[in-house]
Structures are given as structure tokens and as C-alpha cells.
């Protein structure tokens, strides 16, 4: 029973040596990082405020070496993890082919940064070269690419509205004075009988590397109307006959089918539609028919065309 109680008795005294060695060393750990070191600490580079006429390279310096000087605990935290700075490219300067920000620039915006009980020393450079390189900008129209299926007696009235119309794209000039205009991803409606508007990402060239449009989606909107379709009979006119020869066409009118809400065909006659036969497309030819087109189409009128695209004719002489 001794035994035992001397057994228990030291167990306890390990015991009580162990967690006294392990505050000493707390004490002893908690006691130097409470002191000023010096050491190398990695930032990273954040870049701000880049001028209109500059665009940032895609070999830009993402980090920078510091010497700080500082209590143990915050090197703990830098050790851990990078400190974020922000680098202010309205400062930077153009030497010998480079942009630059200089020695004492770059301290003082990274000092402002820093707590206060941190003491920057030295960067790992004397000058930090930015790539950067200058730009041009344009504006390009936008073309909507699509595939809108409408529903029976149903169509767009107008062009579709694009907005914005243009965007803005930078880059070099060599590369920007490519574009012509940018494509809208395709936009498939099926079944449409009402106005419709979508948000439209756009598709840009891909040999397009160092420019940079102000958008990357546009709305694409269109105003859709019920039509009606009617018959109108219009005479065939024939144009540019030889001097001294007159015409006649059989038939001499042609039917012309005109598709328009029924407000609007109400207000149309066949005196508002024109179809001629130009002579001249027979180019001494021996043919005794004329192709038709039509000459004035009215305003609000979705599709107009004649039902016959040629007539016979038969020349005299006056």
C-alpha cells in the first residue's frame, strides 16, 4: 500500500516537472517575441490608379522583398502570411524605354501601409520597373448574332436594340485597329410573341491578348407586333426602254402580298407600292421576260413582295 502511495506520488511529481518546463519555455518564448528583430519578409503587390494611356503587362512583379524592423509576434504574422501592399501607379516615371517607380517613391507609399511600430529598412531593388506598356482606344459597334423564331403572324418590329451600341476597347493600336466589331454570343428564341430583352455576353477575338473592353455582356431588346397579311394589285412600270419603242407586259399588274399590322394596312393603297421591270437587265438578250422588283417599299411595313417575279413582254416600235 506504501508501495502504491509512493508510485501515485511520483507520477505527480513528473507531473508538475513537465507543466513547469513547459511555462518556462512559454515565458522564455513569449519574452523574446516581445522584443525588436529584423528580418526579410515577402509583400505583395497590389497595383493602383493606372493612368488612361497605360495598360498593365502580363509580366508585371507580383512580390517584393522587405527588411522590417518589428516585435517577434508581428514577424509571426508575416511569416504566416504575405502583407497585401497597394502600389500607386500615378507616380510612375518613364526612363530610358521603362516605367519606374523610384526608391523613394515606393518607401513612402509602403511605409504609409505599415503599422507603426514596423519600420521599414530596405526593399530587395533600388527602383521597381512596372510592365507596362501605352495604349490606344476605339469604340466598336456591337453586332447581336440571332436565331429568333416567331410565333404565326408575329414579328420583330425594327432592328433589334442593342445597348450599349459600342463599347470602348484599349490595347496596343497595332493590335485594336483589327477589330471592326464585336459579335454577341448567339441568342436563340424560339416561339416569341411579345417584346423580348436579354443580357448577351460578347465573344472578343482571341489573338486579342493585351486588350481590354469596358463591358463583356450588352442587353439585346426588340419590340415584337402582331401583322396581317393583304393582297394588293399593282401595275408593272418598265424602265430604260430603247428610244422610239414603247411596252406592253402580260399580265400588266401583278399581285403583291404586304404583311403589316392591321392599323397599318389600313392606311395602305396599291398607289403606295411601285414594281418596275428594268429593260436594261435583258442585255441584248433574245429572252421575252422581265424580272420584277420592287421600287419604293412604305414605312412600317415588315415584308412586301409580289406573288409572280416575272412577266412576259412584247416590244413595238412606235
Known amino acids: 500500500m506504501v508501495k502504491k502511495f509512493l508510485q501515485g ?90 516605367y519606374m517607380l523610384l526608391e523613394d517613391a515606393l518607401k513612402k507609399q509602403i511605409e504609409q501601409q505599415l503599422s507603426q511600430n514596423i519600420s521599414l529598412l530596405d526593399l530587395d531593388r533600388r527602383q521597381l520597373t512596372v510592365d507596362l506598356y501605352q495604349v490606344s482606344s476605339k469604340e466598336v459597334p456591337v453586332v447581336a448574332q440571332l436565331d429568333v423564331q416567331f410565333a404565326q403572324n408575329f414579328i420583330l418590329d425594327g432592328e433589334p436594340i442593342i445597348k450599349p ?32 430583352s436579354e443580357d448577351v455576353l460578347l465573344i472578343f477575338p482571341r489573338n486579342l491578348v493585351n486588350s481590354i473592353f469596358s463591358t463583356n455582356r450588352v442587353e439585346v431588346s426588340g419590340t415584337v407586333m402582331k401583322f396581317s397579311e393583304e393582297v394588293f394589285e399593282v401595275p408593272v412600270k418598265v424602265v430604260n426602254l430603247p428610244e422610239g419603242y414603247q411596252i406592253k407586259t402580260f399580265p400588266n399588274s401583278v399581285s403583291v402580298l404586304c404583311k403589316a399590322t392591321v392599323e397599318r394596312l389600313k392606311s395602305l393603297s396599291a398607289a403606295d407600292i411601285k414594281v418596275i421591270a428594268d429593260y436594261r437587265q435583258l442585255r441584248n438578250s433574245d429572252s421575252n421576260e422581265l424580272f420584277l422588283e420592287i421600287q419604293e417599299t412604305p414605312e412600317k411595313v415588315y415584308d412586301l413582295r409580289p406573288l409572280v417575279n416575272k412577266v412576259n413582254f412584247v416590244l413595238e416600235q412606235q
Not at 16 to 26: D, N, P, T
Not at 28 to 53: G, I, K, Q
Not at 170 to 179: L, V
Open 165 to 196: 451600341a459600342t463599347i470602348t476597347v484599349k490595347g496596343p493600336k497595332k493590335e485594336i485597329d483589327t477589330i471592326r466589331h464585336i459579335f454577341t454570343s448567339k441568342l436563340e428564341l424560339a416561339q416569341v410573341s411579345s417584346d423580348f
Open 9 to 98: 506520488l511520483n507520477r505527480r511529481k513528473v507531473k508538475v516537472f513537465f507543466i513547469f518546463l513547459l511555462c518556462s519555455f512559454l515565458a522564455w518564448f513569449l519574452s523574446n517575441l516581445s522584443e525588436s528583430y529584423e528580418s526579410r519578409v515577402n509583400l505583395d503587390l497590389n497595383y493602383r490608379n493606372l493612368p488612361d494611356t497605360l495598360l498593365l503587362g502580363n509580366n508585371a512583379v507580383n512580390t517584393m522583398e522587405a527588411k522590417l524592423r518589428t516585435s517577434g509576434f508581428q514577424f509571426l504574422y508575416y511569416k504566416f502570411w504575405n502583407k497585401r501592399v497597394n502600389v500607386n501607379l500615378g507616380e510612375v516615371q518613364y526612363r530610358n524605354g521603362r
